[in-house]
């Protein structure tokens, strides 16, 4: 068993909180350049990786309390997390000088969502202590959720 090394921690929360805050950045860029009937949509799901970004934010200091109740699971890719944020940037550009809209911006939304799980981000710690594991599991199924609203409203899109 691996025991963490804080700073590696501080790396990967920081990458993780990053991420997040990039795709709810995107989140609101669209709420913003989309049709007014898609605002709550887009504006619900900002918010959601607002607070995904405080709960990493929670969880750090929870690590730091005690160092020794979590060990490293899978591991964490930092090239990967990276270059999503920068994909997540690009985008968030590109809707706000309006050269992505309509169906796109959601093509773009569930391919974000599909990255931060299929990259397993939210398993590269361990631990036991409930209210770290209660953290990360509301993230998880926040963020499934988040591409199963996006995959149903992609079915609405002409």
């Known amino acids: 068993m691996l025991t963490i090394d804080l700073k590696n921690m501080e790396n990967i929360f920081g990458k993780m909180k990053e991420a997040e805050l990039a795709i709810g950045s995107y989140y609101k860029a669209c709420s913003e350049k989309d049709s007014p009937e898609n605002m709550d949509f887009w504006s619900a799901l ?44 690009a985008s968030t550009a590109r809707v706000k000088s309006l050269k992505m809209a309509g169906k796109d911006l959601l093509l773009a939304a569930r391919d974000m969502e599909d990255r931060l799980l299929e990259n397993k981000y939210f398993d590269s710690v361990k631990s036991e202590e409930k209210e770290f594991v209660d953290f990360l599991n509301t993230m998880k199924e926040e963020t499934v959720q988040h591409r199963e609203m996006i995959i149903k409203k992609l079915g609405t899109e002409k």
């Open 46 to 89: 900002s918010g959601a990786e607002s607070r995904h970004a405080g709960y990493l934010v929670k969880i750090l200091l929870l690590i730091n309390k005690s160092p020794n109740h979590y060990i490293y699971g899978l591991d964490f890719d930092p090239v990967n997390i990276s270059e999503l944020i920068s994909q997540v940037r």
